[in-house]
Nanobody, 120 residues
Framework: QVQLVESGGGLVQAGGSLRLSCAASGSIFGINTMGWYRQAPGKQREFVAT???????NYADSVKGRFTISRDNAKNTVYLQMNSLKPEDTAVYYC??????????????WGQGTLVTVSS
């Protein structure tokens, strides 16, 4: 069984920073793309950033220049460094691994989410 466990969420003032982490556990041979998505109250889940196994990144326009995604393949962990946070960044942030390769095949996995609250 593969699990993604997020950490690092919390309450921060506007202009502050937070760093989210997401670690994958289980019998994993490798992970393709990992990423972060978020869901604000009353809104649909939206894309934030992704990173491929080779390190290629993609960001939503709303976070470009403020957020940085990175990963440690040896630890099956992805990070999201969030700077210059705004109240509109308030949301539950979800980690995603779109193709986790295991002995039983490949699967997509989501984390349980971590809440980020940015006060004005």
């Amino acid at each position: 069984q593969v699990q993604l466990v997020e950490s690092g969420g919390g309450l921060v003032q506007a202009g502050g920073s937070l760093r989210l982490s997401c670690a994958a556990s289980g019998s994993i041979f490798g992970i393709n793309t990992m990423g972060w998505y978020r869901q604000a109250p009353g809104k649909q889940r939206e894309f934030v950033a992704t990173i491929t196994r080779g390190g290629s990144t993609n960001y939503a326009d709303s976070v470009k220049g403020r957020f940085t995604i990175s990963r440690d393949n040896a630890k099956n962990t992805v990070y999201l460094q969030m700077n210059s946070l705004k109240p509109e960044d308030t949301a539950v942030y979800y980690c995603n691994a779109d193709r986790v390769i295991t002995s039983r095949g490949s699967l997509e996995v989501w984390g349980q989410g971590t809440l980020v609250t940015v006060s004005s």
